[in-house]
Nanobody, 123 residues
Framework: QVQLVESGGGLVQAGGSLRLSCAVS????????MGWFRQGPGKEREFVAA????????YYADSMKGRFTFSRDNAKNTVYLQMNSLKPEDTAVYYC????????????????WGQGTQVTVSS
């Protein structure tokens, strides 16, 4: 059974930073792409970032480029999302997800999701 457990969310002031982590079990971690999506209050779930199985390829939503960094440690079966220069509009529940392939960007390509971690950015 594949399990994803996110951590690192919380309350931060605008301009601050947070690092989200997602630990994965039940799958050969290094074979699969990972992604982060988020859902803000009253909004639909949206793509944040994706990383290939080796970590050599990353994709970011335009509004996250230059502020967010997605990385992975295949030895620890864990991915990280470093979020800097946070804005109130980044407030959302952030979900970690895994895809059964090496590269994935669309939510349709991901098959297991974590429970989410709340990020709140105050102005």
């Amino acid at each position: 059974q594949v399990q994803l457990v996110e951590s690192g969310g919380g309350l931060v002031q605008a301009g601050g930073s947070l690092r989200l982590s997602c630990a994965v079990s039940g799958r050969t971690f290094s074979n699969y792409a990972m992604g982060w999506f988020r859902q803000g209050p009253g909004k639909e779930r949206e793509f944040v970032a994706a990383i290939s199985c080796s970590g050599s390829i990353t994709y970011y939503a335009d509004s996250m480029k230059g502020r967010f960094t997605f990385s992975r440690d295949n030895a620890k079966n864990t991915v990280y999302l470093q979020m800097n220069s946070l804005k109130p509009e980044d407030t959302a529940v952030y979900y970690c997800t895994v895809a059964p392939q090496c590269v994935a960007r669309s939510s349709r390509e991901y098959d297991y999701w974590g429970q989410g971690t709340q990020v709140t950015v105050s102005s």
